[in-house]
């Protein structure tokens, strides 16, 4: 398939009204929807939450709280394939005859392929990782599924997402549930960065704890553009004057004071640099560029999930997985090469996943069709390279025909929750509902123990965030935090810089520390609040809106 045939998988949201207002109602209405929905954002009363979450509750967790006690910082990336990645031709069982009388179409000569071992080649679309395999930074787990799998795209996904067994049923993700138990009081200890961010698309279920979304997501490069150029979200200058017009430019203006971590992303846009060149066209490496510019900003978050869709091939497979194929591996070439021209390799571990492999034999479309067991992929720094599992045995298949799994999944995030972040093994257990045997596949770059935390970096002497929720009405919260006790002074001033309230003063003991604000007796408009304390004085904006 060219690439011409190929859909772009990043979608391209945002259009204006073109015709005048004959509908302007009814557009204007699904518009509003589809932005907000776009973004991640909906109203509740006169709070905003970022997919179900309040805006400033994403960042603060006792998993963040050990994230950031790792001397390196460490970030994983989550590449999701699709649509079901076709295991067999990607790494391939080039000495098995089962296979080549399985594929009379679609096998690829042994010649062709780029030899991992005896009796397995890589497809040759991963040529760019060619020389990452060889300095034993990618590690290929073979044959990596779950028990009793489902062959539902929907279904399987969900159970990848939220880590449980094919007959359970979670709305939660392994990522999101942890996030929850482990500090289900976040929202009152708010930060100034996002602990896990998604770039392309919208929201999925991996972030998603029991009461609320744990992620934020950056939908399209547009939108992410426009925040590192102008720290919004949306243009309010834009829009026709009209009805529609007036209504979409007060929703937007609304958005772009709800959405907080603009500041964040676009100074650490501003502040990271890509130092290579990602291939164009490319939609996978145009997210990765956008996590890697983030990372070596130091956003702070410590999550990202990027998407590369398009594996769901039932027809015409060869030339669709080929170039997905190089997408992928030329992709994450230049995202590695990218964080190490910054000395940043050691940082990050890049994990892909996909819902399902596909069925050994081809069917009558030149295809394949759902399957079962199939490989995953770890890069980095902290992977000891390799090959890991057996090759696929294709003389003892289940009864639907399917490579039975001989690695499940559950054992990956162990190891990476346990290997890389630190965590315990009875933390690892409460996140997955399991204890799952990791595997020796993540080692530490740095040489050490990543249980064996090293004390926290001196923190400020104080720290004032944003206040929870912003806009409000009429009640919100502020919040900070003294490194040691101190006398302070906390007071709110109108626009017109009168003092409104005095809300602290006095001496407050080290800590966080959270005063409620009632402005149910003023009106709406735009105030300010300031902390005062011996080592200097920060201030922050917010509105009223009623």
């Not at 902290?382 to 298949?397: A, F, Q």
């Amino acid at each position: 398939m060219s690439e011409a045939h190929t859909p772009d998988p990043t979608p391209r949201y945002g259009s204006r009204l073109a015709h005048g207002e004959a509908h302007a109602h009814d557009h204007a209405c699904w518009s509003r929807r589809d932005f907000l929905t776009t973004l991640g954002l909906a109203t509740v009363g006169s709070s905003f939450v970022i997919g179900g979450t309040p805006v400033r509750a994403f960042g603060q967790s006792a998993l963040l709280r050990r994230l950031q006690t790792v001397e390196t910082d460490r970030v994983l990336v989550l590449i999701q394939l699709g649509g079901g990645n076709d295991g067999l031709n990607t790494v391939v069982p080039v000495d098995d005859d089962r296979y080549y009388n399985n594929r009379p179409t679609l096998a690829l000569p042994k010649n062709d392929t780029l030899r991992l071992d005896d009796g397995v080649g890589l497809h040759p679309s991963f040529d760019a990782l060619t020389p990452v395999y060889g300095d034993g930074d990618m590690a290929v787990l073979q044959n990596v599924g779950y028990p009793t799998p489902n062959l539902s795209h929907f279904r399987s996904t969900d159970i990848w997402l939220s880590a449980s067994d094919s007959n359970e049923v979670l709305s939660t993700g392994w990522v999101g549930r942890y996030l929850d138990q482990s500090f289900p009081d976040f929202s009152e200890e708010p930060t100034d960065f996002p602990l896990a961010v998604q770039v392309g698309g919208l929201g999925s279920m991996l972030f998603q704890g029991p009461a609320a979304n744990m992620g934020m997501s950056l939908t399209t490069p547009d939108i992410y553009e426009q925040i590192a150029s102008e720290g919004i979200l949306f243009r309010t200058d834009d829009l026709p004057q009209t009805t529609y017009g007036s209504e979409m430019e007060f929703v937007r203006s609304v958005a772009n004071g709800a959405f907080v971590y603009a500041e964040a992303v676009q100074e650490a846009a501003q502040s990271g640099q890509n130092r290579v060149d990602y291939p164009t066209p490319n939609p996978l490496a145009t997210n990765l560029a956008i996590v890697a510019q983030q990372i070596k900003g130091r956003l702070g978050a410590r999550i990202y999930h990027v998407n590369l869709s398009g594996f769901d091939t039932h027809s015409n497979q060869e030339g669709t997985h080929a170039l997905l194929l190089r997408y992928l591996a030329e992709a994450v070439d230049a995202f590695l090469r990218d964080l190490a021209a910054d000395d940043l390799a050691e940082d990050v571990l890049v994990m892909t996943f996909s819902e399902f492999g596909r069925r050994v034999q081809e069917n009558g479309s030149q295809g394949t069709d759902h399957g079962t067991a199939a490989p995953l992929f770890l890069f980095g720094n902290g992977v000891e390279g390799g090959l890991y599992g057996s090759v696929p045995d294709l003389s003892n298949l289940d009864g639907t025909g399917n490579i039975p799994f001989e690695t499940d999944f559950r054992q990956v995030y162990a190891t990476v929750l346990r290997d890389w972040f630190g965590l315990t093994a009875e933390e690892t257990t409460s996140v997955l509902g399991d204890a799952f045997e990791p595997l020796p596949v993540v080692t530490d770059p740095a040489g050490g123990d990543p249980t064996d935390t090293q004390p926290p970096a001196v923190p400020e002497a104080f720290a004032l965030y944003q206040n929870y929720p912003n806009p409000f009405n009429p009640r919100t919260t502020i919040t900070y935090t003294l490194s040691a006790a101190a006398p302070v002074t906390l007071r709110i001033y109108d626009a017109q810089g009168r003092l409104v309230q005095t809300l602290v003063q006095g001496t407050r003991p080290a800590g966080p520390h959270a005063v409620r604000f009632d402005a149910g007796h003023l009106p709406s408009g735009t105030y300010f609040y300031r902390l005062e304390t011996p080592e200097g004085q920060k201030t922050r904006q917010m509105a009223l809106v009623r």
